[in-house]
């Protein structure tokens, strides 16, 4: 079973800043990494997926993958007070005719106005 | 596209007791998954199908827990006694494959239970 690892926060950060949030990883064979952002009593949303070693960008975020140092990373541009939310790592396994995620325990962000 | 369904929405039970939950995926996908989250943790794989086959089950207690997916569309689970400690937010999900070659999960609205 892979291991996922998030900093649980809280992560604050003020209206306009940027927003780290980062992700580690167990298993070196991981070919591909999502980010889901879950709002306090709702359920997790899909918002980024990345495959590929550097970054990618859509809209004001940001994910960036270095498969060398097993860490992946969101960043968030622009920070609203509608960004705060735990934002979950998911890693996928594949074997036996099974493919699934591994999810981190997620990371608090507050955006302070 | 409408969204993954899931009912009820929340639901309250004594200890001992049964429930169940229901699940709808988006048309077409023939993987679902049976999350539970607790407070405060990322979610925890229950089951998982691929159309109406089983494909891991290593993580539902099966003591307690069932499932089933009859006819590869719906699902349902099933907690028969419950406990405290199954108090949770229960997440069923269901992916497709994308164009590069990787599944897209997408999560419904979730089923709240607690058990007292």
């Known amino acids: 079973q892979k291991e996922v690892e998030q900093n649980s926060g809280p992560l604050s950060v003020p209206e306009g800043a940027i927003a780290s949030l980062n992700c580690t990883y167990s298993?070196?064979?991981?070919?591909?990494f999502f980010w889901y952002r879950q709002y306090s009593g709702k359920s997790p949303e899909l918002i980024m997926f990345?495959?590929?070693?550097g970054d990618k960008e859509d809209g004001r975020f940001t994910a960036q993958l270095n498969k060398a140092s097993q860490y992946v990373s969101l960043l968030i541009r622009d920070s609203q007070p509608s960004d705060s939310a735990t934002y979950l790592c998911a890693v996928p396994y594949s074997g036996a005719g099974s493919y699934q995620l591994t999810f981190g325990k997620g990371t608090k962000l507050s955006v302070i106005p | 596209e409408a969204g993954v369904a899931q009912s009820p929405r929340y639901k309250i039970i004594e200890k001992r007791q049964s429930v169940a939950f229901w699940c709808n995926p988006i048309?077409?996908?023939?993987?679902l998954y049976w999350y539970q989250q607790i407070l405060g943790q990322g979610p925890k794989l229950l089951i998982q199908?691929?159309?109406?086959?089983?494909?891991?089950d290593s993580q539902l207690p099966k003591d307690r827990f069932s499932a089933e997916r009859l006819k590869g569309v719906d699902s349902t689970l099933k907690i028969q006694p419950a406990k405290l400690e199954d108090s949770a937010v229960y997440l069923c999900?269901?992916?497709?494959?994308?164009?590069?070659?990787?599944?897209?999960?997408?999560f419904g609205p979730g089923t709240r239970l607690t058990v007292t």
């Open positions: 048309s077409g996908h023939a993987t």
């Open positions: 990345i495959y590929s070693n």
């Open positions: 298993d070196r064979g991981s070919q591909s």
């Open positions: 999900a269901s992916s497709f494959r994308n164009p590069g070659g990787n599944y897209e999960q997408y």
């Open positions: 199908f691929q159309n109406n086959g089983v494909v891991d």
